[in-house]
């Protein structure tokens, strides 16, 4: 009973870091069309200052700074190089494809710096436990709990209380009305860029927390398993793409767990368990769970 | 007959056989190392193609490539291999193309339906789990190790090597003929396929699937359809690398490969057979052409060296990278578009208009500029 509870407590600390991944790349998605493709060499990018900062300015001066400058970096992106030209309907697959361009340089230059080695992020949780009654639980795990919450309510609260989050709801729903009735779009389009790239950042952090060995050159390909939880969300619901991180991270966590009476499966399977939901579940419905898109049938 | 007319009669002769007399005497000019890249870049190229016709023109990214790449690669291990059936290399050769086919068709219910940049993300978990059953099942694939790959009867180091006109007509060379007929057979059936209905219900789906139903085009059979025949093409292109390599590993087909096919595409320029060469050639030959002369090159240093130097895939794949962004963003029909328009501005040297003088517009392209 025990190891079931552990499970589920894994899957969603799991389920949350996932879900700080996932929402960043609905954001992006509701506010330009695109599948952020970058978003794991954002991901590493976050990690990697931390990583290359903390020995001087302290693990939360070094995680503000690599926050910032992740975030700054992403709308930059945005801005220069995908915001140009008239927007058209082919734009958002066009520069789908050139965030994976970005992709590409971004990760070769950053595996580059950090090589073969695994990095630590100084982060205070270390490999400290505590029990909590009959399960025993990695402070990182805990952590990476609550800061999911506070962030991600964060994070819906601008969507429904702020300007901002009015403006890219309005943009995600009719981006031509939205600018006629005054939504600045390029603006909100970096914001949301921004937006993203903190959380990729943050996500970081907890992604390479014990009981994961560190920061490594390939840590960026985990930010891609939050693809099939966004994708389960149906990419354009916050609350679906919640919903996708939690169903993912358990999933993992499950398979994980129960490793050894699904031996068939091979070892390892529970690395690649969100791509095996996700597949089935677009078999199913291809448009994810809480998905809206594809309407339009003829 | 006006001498203009039979000028350029003979230009576009010229223009379309010089390639294939330049390529058909290669080996007798070229040592192994430059047979090798070009080899690779043959291979790469039909998969290229094959990638071209689903996403180039069909609209549909996939980032899947990589896995059908393996279905035809390990197709053709085990099947001409022990352990395994052991069947006669040619008919494994059919037989892996015919499997990574039914690969893709397997994989139909989602592919028929997922639309556009969602494939994408669908794509990636063939991919991913792909990479896993290479790993896990041991048996047919060999593991994390790999199996080597059984050559095919006369492509061997140990057959005789005639001489002929004094080149010694070894396993290398061989191999180029045979990856030059199979890329041969690409080019023209990706090319009837593209201008024929096929490619026009393709192309008319890419710009408006609602337009596309209306007019009469089956939208689930088409796009599947698609992605079948792009996955065959991938297989193939998987049996002719295995055959290069010598060896099949896991750790090759992973999402790197799937993301190097889709810069070749785009690099050379979306929804035509001839872009889609140029690309793979492009970024095949790249990174070995670096690796050879890294040390006459600024900023590279030689493979192996301390981390933290640009080696050469390095040096390669910000290129090719860059070469995304720069191409999306500023030359959008890649490089075929860039030769084009080169050849547009030197008025003079065009041959005049007449129906069969312009082999540089194919379908495909026309239909791209009729998007509004």
Known sequence: MTGLLDNLLNGLALGSVYALVALGFVVIFKASGVLNFAHGSLLLLGGYLTAVWHDDLGFAGALALAVLVTAAVAGALDRLLLQRGEPDPHAAHVQTIVTIGID??????????????????????????????PVTVADSRLAAVVVS?????????????????????????????????????????????????????????????????????????????????????????????????????????????????????????????????????????????????????? | MSDPMIRARARLWGRRFLPVVVLCVLPFYLDAFWLRIGLFSLAAAIGAVGLGLLTGTAGQLSLGHAFFLAVG???????????????????????????????????????????????????????????????????????????????????????????????????????????????????????????????????????????????????????????????????????LLALAFRRVVPDYFALALSVDYLAMIVVGGLGSVAGATAGAVFVTALPLLMARYADQLPLVAAPGAADGAVGPTEAARYLYGAAIVLVLLYAPDGLRGVTRRLRARRPRERPPRTPTSSPASTPAVRAKEHTP
């Open chain 1, 149 to 298: 919450a506070v962030v991600i309510g964060a994070v819906f609260a601008l969507f429904r209380f702020t300007a901002w989050g009015l403006s890219l709801r309005a943009a995600a729903e009719d981006v031509e009305a939205a600018a006629l009735m005054g939504v600045r779009l390029s603006r909100v389009r970096a914001l949301a860029w921004c937006l993203a790239g903190a959380l990729a950042a943050l996500a970081a952090v907890f992604l390479v927390a014990f009981p994961a060995p560190g920061l490594e050159r390939t840590t960026g390909q985990i930010a891609l398993k939050a693809f099939p939880a966004a994708i389960l969300g149906g990419m354009t619901s916050p609350a679906g793409a919640l919903a996708g991180s939690m169903l993912i991270g358990l999933t993992e966590a499950l398979v994980a767990g129960y490793q050894s009476e699904l031996h068939v499966l091979g070892e390892g399977f529970g690395d690649v368990a969100p791509y095996a939901v996700m597949v089935l579940v677009l078999l199913v419905r291809p448009t994810g769970l809480f998905g809206t898109k594809g309407a339009a049938r003829v």
């Open chain 2, 73 to 239: 690669a390990y197709g053709y291990v085990w099947l001409a291999g022990e352990p395994g059936p052991g069947l006669p290399p040619a008919l494994a050769l059919v037989l892996a193309v015919l499997l990574a086919g039914a690969a893709g068709g397997l994989f139909s219910p989602v592919a028929g339906r997922v639309r556009g940049i969602y494939l994408g993300v669908a794509t990636l978990a063939l991919v991913f789990l792909g990479h896993h059953v290479l790993l896990t099942a041991d048996s047919v694939t060999g593991g994390f190790n790999g199996r080597s790959v059984p050559p095919l009867p006369g492509f061997t180091d140990s057959d005789p090597q005639p001489v002929l006109l004094g080149v010694p007509f070894g396993s290398a060379e061989r191999l180029w003929y045979l990856g030059l007929a199979l890329f041969a057979l690409t080019w023209f059936t990706a090319r009837g396929l593209l201008r024929g209905r096929p490619g026009r219900a393709l192309a008319a789906l890419r710009d408006s699937e609602t337009a596309a139903a209306v007019m009469g085009v089956h939208v689930a059979r088409y796009r599947s359809a698609a992605f079948v025949v792009s996955s065959m093409y991938a297989g193939l292109a998987g049996v």
């Open chain 1, 104 to 133: 590409i340089v971004l990760v070769t230059d950053l595996a580059r710096r950090i090589g073969g080695d695994l990095l630590s992020l100084g982060d205070p949780w270390g490999d400290s436990v505590r029990d909590l009654g």
